[in-house]
C-alpha cells in the first residue's frame, strides 16, 4: 500500500495516542494481510481474487472523490493510469508470492521496499533520499549507516528463506522479492511522473486501482489464468467472503482513509514510522495464527530484517536533514 503521508504538512495534535492508535491499527491490518490473503487464495484462483478485492471498493472510492476526479485533467489521468499498471503488478507479484511462501516470510521481505526505496533514489539523482519536509539534501555520498543497514536488512532475508537450513529460497521468496522492488518503482515513479504532482491524493488512488482492476479483469477473461471472478464468488463460503471483505474493506478504503485523516493530525514522519511496524504485525500473525515456524536461523533473519530496516529508514531521515 502506498502511503501518502509525505504530502501533507505537519499538525501538532493535542493527544498524539488519539491519532496514533488508528495509524498502529492501519499497520495490523495490513500485516495480517498476507495471512488474509493467503486463506482464500490459491494459484488458480490470484487474478479472480484480486478482481473481486478491488472490485468491492472502487464503487465506494469513485463515489467519495467524484468531484476530485472529474477536476482531472487528461495529462493526469494518463499518469495516475501508468502508476495503476505498476501498481497492478504489485498486486501480482504479492498475491502470487504469498500463495507459495509464508505470511512471516512475505511481510519481512516486503519490508525491503524502505532499503530499495532510498537506494534506487540515490542512485538515479546521485543525492542522499529526502526525508519529509526536510530541505533539499545535498550531493554527498550515501551514509556508511545506511549502507550498513541495508546490508544487514539483505543478510536478514537470507538467513530468513533458510529457516529449516540452506536451500535455495522458494518460488514465493523470490516474488515476494521483485514485488519489493516493484514497490520500489512504483513510489519512484510518483515522484517522477510531473503529471500527477497536483492531483489530488483519493483521486490518484481511484484511478490507479482502477486501472489495476482492469488490468485484472483482462487476464481473467484471458484462457488458461485460472477460474473466473464469477465461479470464485459462487464457490466462496461465509470464511473466504470475510476474508476478501476484510482485505477489501480493512486493508483497502479503512486503511486509505485514515492515513488522509492522520496526516493533516500529525507528522508525516510519525505516520511513516507507524505503518512502518507492519512487518512485525506480519510476522506476529504468521507465527501466533498459522503456526509458522521459521526455525532459529528465521527468528535471527528476522530480527534483522526488522532491525536494518528500521536502522535504514533512521539514518535516510537524518541524512537528508
Not at 15 to 32: C, H, M, S
Not at 83 to 101: D, P, Q
Not at 152 to 173: E, I, K, Y
Request: glycine content about 10%; some cysteine.
Amino acid at each position: 500500500m502506498t502511503s501518502i503521508a509525505a504530502s501533507v504538512p505537519f499538525r501538532a495534535p493535542r493527544r498524539a495516542w488519539l491519532t496514533d492508535l488508528p495509524v498502529l491499527l492501519v499497520a495490523v491490518v495490513w500485516g495480517a494481510s498476507y495471512l488474509a490473503a493467503k486463506g482464500i487464495t490459491t494459484t488458480h484462483t490470484v487474478v479472480a481474487v484480486l478482481v473481486l478485492r478491488f472490485a468491492v471498493v472502487l464503487p465506494a472510492l469513485v463515489v467519495a472523490g467524484w468531484r476530485g476526479l472529474r477536476a482531472l485533467t487528461a495529462a493526469q489521468w494518463r499518469g495516475a493510469g501508468l502508476l495503476g499498471l505498476i501498481l497492478g503488478g504489485i498486486f501480482l507479484l504479492e498475491t502470487y508470492g504469498v500463495v507459495h511462501t509464508s505470511a512471516t516470510n512475505a511481510g519481512l521481505i516486503i519490508s525491503l521496499t524502505m532499503i530499495f526505496t532510498p537506494l534506487a533514489e540515490a542512485a538515479l539523482t546521485r543525492t542522499l533520499p529526502r526525508a519529509p519536509g526536510s530541505a533539499r539534501a545535498g550531493r554527498t555520498p550515501m551514509p556508511r549507516a545506511f549502507l550498513a543497514a541495508a546490508g544487514l536488512s539483505v543478510a536478514g532475508v537470507v538467513l530468513l528463506t533458510q529457516g529449516g537450513g540452506f536451500t535455495a529460497p522458494s518460488l514465493g521468496d523470490l516474488l515476494m522479492l521483485l514485488a519489493a522492488l516493484a514497490r520500489t518503482v512504483h513510489v519512484l515513479a510518483m515522484s517522477r511522473i510531473k503529471a500527477v504532482e497536483g492531483a489530488d491524493s483519493l483521486s490518484l488512488t481511484t484511478v490507479q486501482l482502477g486501472s489495476a482492476v482492469v488490468v485484472f479483469a483482462l487476464l481473467a477473461a484471458a484462457p488458461g489464468t485460472g477460474a473466473s471472478p464469477w465461479s470464485v464468488a459462487l464457490d466462496f463460503g461465509p470464511r473466504e467472503w470475510a476474508g476478501l471483505l476484510f482485505l477489501s474493506v480493512f486493508c483497502t478504503l479503512f486503511a486509505f482513509f485514515v492515513q488522509m485523516w492522520a496526516v493533516r493530525r500529525t507528522s508525516p514522519s510519525r505516520v511513516s514510522l507507524l505503518l512502518g511496524t507492519e512487518p512485525l504485525w506480519a510476522a506476529a500473525a504468521g507465527i501466533a495464527i498459522a503456526g509458522d515456524r521459521p526455525g532459529v536461523l528465521g527468528i535471527a533473519g528476522a530480527v534483522l530484517v526488522l532491525a536494518g530496516t528500521s536502522w535504514g529508514r533512521r539514518a535516510a531521515d537524518e541524512s537528508g536533514r
